[in-house]
């Protein structure tokens, strides 16, 4: 069965940097789109990033835009976050999310439910 294990999140100061791995197995990764989500105490979860199946594409919450970059490696069935400038308010659990379907709108990769595939999530905290 498909499994996605995040890895890397920990507690960092502010302005400082991390990151994420997400690792699959029991899928042909270059199938599947990916995506990064979080969520935050008493938040509901929310996009932060996602990539298309060849990585050609990749796409950001407003909110993390020019601080965090999506990548792949097909090779070795992992998707990363790259995550920079960190502040206080990106403390959350950090799920990586996957699905091999069909999407008719870029926009549709924002949407948590367009993913039939989670990780269990990893925790970043950012103290001021």
């Known amino acids: 069965q498909v499994q996605l294990v995040e890895s890397g999140g920990g507690s960092v100061q502010a302005g400082n940097s991390l990151r994420l791995s997400c690792a699959a197995s029991g899928l042909t990764f270059s199938s599947y789109f990916l995506g990064w989500f979080r969520q935050a105490p008493g938040n509901e979860r929310e996009f932060v990033a996602a990539?298309?199946?060849?990585?050609?594409?990749?796409y950001y919450a407003d909110s993390v835009k020019g601080r965090f970059t999506i990548s792949r490696n097909n090779a070795k069935n992992t998707v990363y976050l790259q995550m920079n400038s960190l502040k206080p308010e990106d403390t959350a659990v950090y799920y990586c999310?996957?699905?091999?379907?069909?999407?008719?709108?870029?926009?549709?990769?924002?949407?948590?439910?367009?993913?039939?595939?989670w990780g269990q999530g990893t925790q970043v905290t950012v103290s001021s």
């Open positions: 990539i298309s199946r060849s990585g050609g594409s990749s």
């Open positions: 999310a996957a699905d091999s379907g069909t999407y008719y709108s870029n926009r549709a990769l924002y949407t948590r439910d367009l993913y039939g595939y």
